[in-house]
């Protein structure tokens, strides 16, 4: 069973709007939560992340939020650019413990 | 140029031909970790390395095996590949183990068992 879930397997935006990417988490010693963005043909690369003691993370269009009640993060990117169009793939760790992976969400921004 | 080097980048064999996936970082990292992605289930940790002779087993390890002589390489072995583990493969590379520690990923070998 998976222990990080991004239930939308791909989300469509129009430029300038906000998108917003969810995951949602079963774990609850998991205190790390992390984005990646992913092109075609490349690795993952590293977006930001958030640490279970903050419920925001803010870094310039992109902001996590996390909600450790409803076990559930979110990015948000406002506005949404055409190169943001990516996979994005949520991950979780507990402290000294690998990382768990969500199965990734296609964002397409439409000019 | 930092980077997380992997080859080859796409491979077509057949059943239980052995292979090896060469991966190479030029960080100085010391943690390691090969990944492999599958559609709908993300990334799945194969096998990680804390460091030089240090190996051990992430989530999906049955049908690989891995090495850590040096620093900077972490071949990922198929002694004898199935079909099943026709997949996207990523190596990974970061500071320090501590999982807060921003991994860098390769560029990916698609591998195909026929």
């Known amino acids: 069973d998976q222990q990080v879930k991004q239930n939308s397997p791909s989300l469509s935006v129009q430029e300038g709007r906000i998108s917003i990417l969810n995951c949602d988490y079963t774990?609850?010693?998991?205190?790390?939560f992390l984005w990646y963005k992913k092109y075609p043909a490349e690795g993952p690369t590293f977006l930001i992340s958030?640490?279970?003691?903050?419920d925001k993370n803010e870094d310039g269009r992109f902001t996590v939020f996390l909600n450790k009640s409803a076990k559930h993060l979110s990015l948000h990117i406002v506005p949404s650019q055409p190169g943001d169009s990516a996979v994005y793939f949520c991950a979780a760790s507990e402290v000294g413990n690998m990382l768990t992976f969500g199965g990734g969400t296609r964002l397409m921004v439409k000019p | 140029e930092a980077q997380v080097t992997q080859n080859p980048r796409y491979l077509i064999t057949v059943t239980g031909k052995k292979l090896t996936v060469t991966c190479s970082q030029n960080m100085n990292h010391e943690y390691m970790s090969w990944y492999r992605q599958d559609p709908g289930l993300g990334l799945r940790q194969i096998y990680y390395s804390m460091n030089v002779e240090v190996t051990d087993k992430g989530d999906v390890p049955e049908g690989y095996k891995v090495s850590r002589k040096e620093k900077r390489n972490f071949p990922l072995i198929l002694e004898s590949p199935s079909p099943n583990q026709t997949s996207l493969y990523f190596c990974?590379?970061?500071?320090?183990?501590?999982?807060?520690?921003?991994?860098?990923f390769g560029p990916g070998t698609r591998l195909t068992v026929l």
């Open positions: 774990n609850s010693m998991f205190d790390y």
């Open positions: 958030i640490s279970s003691i903050k």
């Open positions: 990974a590379s970061s500071l320090l183990a501590g999982v807060t520690d921003e991994q860098f």
